[in-house]
């Protein structure tokens, strides 16, 4: 049923798109196969995409990552972060980030360690020739954070934290930052599509608490890239997200045997993430946002993992590269050394 489903997917894309997805993801069958499959063959066409883990920790500062974020390349040029945690505008920088060349910013959610980069960026943006507008989408708002518009203009707004930016929400810095709602409700889970530059991204709401949240789907050329973001997966809305990923980027937050009531809440276990991996059938399945509590853990992760899935499977370090392509680490970007004496061109 999976690979029909990738099939489907991949050559329907837009099929999905604001169909209610409820009764369709709880009619999806929830235990493992008995013969765990390798993975589908790739139907990616472009050698040339790649992701940047650029941060694979969380919100602790005692793990020696930086916090959650991504960059989706094409041809070395930096296309579509997602999310910006702490540390990330440092890993942009080494992966050899411009500002200029980003079509948009895709935030699964507003919790700190996903999103406290973004006024770095914004600030840095000043001293770029950036000159097209930049979109930034985000969930819709609850009690509990404000929507994405909002968002944004709590920060970067005449009356938000940083007024002395607000010109960067008119235009008059040379571009405006195009805050985009998508819906994160769980009552009617629909799938968010839309096309930026030559590529379709894709989104849909995931359980994460009281949290709106979003799990992110970047595609281009037949290839795909799915960030869960962080989630329990309660309402099973991956299975519908990572049909068919060449890379499925799973966060990594509670070990297999977590007696955590509240984190469980929070996060799907690695046997739900190895699940996932093998009912969608994808190719590469690359582990992030990792805690103390799993970076210890490694082992019973993968061995929970294995128990559904065959395919490639990899613990992500800050600044490796993911081809999606081969669904492979190809390398790490450009160390601070690496780039002294002529990497960084945008800055001035
Ligand atoms: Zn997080």
């Known amino acids: 049923m999976s690979s029909l489903i990738q099939r489907f997917f991949k050559r329907f894309p837009g099929f999905l798109t604001c169909t209610a997805l409820a009764g369709w993801a709880l009619s999806v069958p929830l235990t493992a196969a008995a013969a765990v499959p390798e993975a589908a063959t790739s ?70 360690d996903h999103s406290n980069d973004l006024p770095a960026l914004v600030k840095a943006a000043f001293f770029t020739n950036r000159r097209a507008d930049l979109p930034l989408y985000g969930p819709t708002g609850s009690a509990t954070i404000p929507t994405t518009p909002l968002f944004v203009e709590r920060q970067f707004g005449d009356k938000g934290v940083y007024p002395y930016l607000a010109d960067f929400l008119t235009g008059e810095a040379g571009f405006a930052l195009k805050p985009v709602a998508v819906d994160a409700s769980h009552a009617q889970p629909k799938l968010f599509s839309t096309q930026v530059a030559g590529f379709t991204l894709k989104a849909i709401a995931v359980e994460h608490g009281l949290m709106p949240s979003l799990g992110w789907r970047v595609e281009k050329d037949g290839c795909a890239v799915v960030v869960s973001g962080d989630t329990s997966n309660a309402g099973k ?97 450009a160390t601070n050394r690496d780039h002294r004496g002529g990497g960084a061109e945008g800055k001035k």
Not at 304 to 310: D, G, K, W
Request: proline share 2%; aromatic share 6%; glycine share 10%.
């Open 43 to 112: 139907t990616c066409r472009n050698a040339g995409l790649d992701v940047v883990v650029l941060g694979s920790g969380g919100p602790e500062l005692s793990d020696q990552r930086a916090s959650t974020g991504y960059l989706v390349r094409e041809d070395g040029k930096a296309r579509f972060i997602i999310d910006f945690g702490a540390g990330a505008s440092l890993n942009f920088e080494r992966a050899g980030g411009r500002i200029e060349d980003l079509h948009a910013l895709l935030f699964t959610h507003f919790h700190v």
């Open 237 to 333: 809305t991956l299975d519908v997200l990572a049909q068919g990923a060449d890379v499925f980027i799973a966060h990594n937050a509670v070990p297999e045997h977590s007696h955590d009531e509240v984190a469980l809440h929070l996060h799907m276990t690695p046997a739900e993430i190895g699940r996932i991996a093998q009912h969608t059938g994808s190719r590469s399945l690359v582990l992030s946002h990792f805690m103390r509590r799993t970076d210890g853990a490694h082992a019973e992760t993968a061995a929970a993992i294995r128990q559904h899935y065959r395919g490639s499977l990899a613990f992500a370090q800050d600044c490796e590269v993911y081809s999606l392509q081969s669904g492979r680490r190809t390398g790490r970007c």
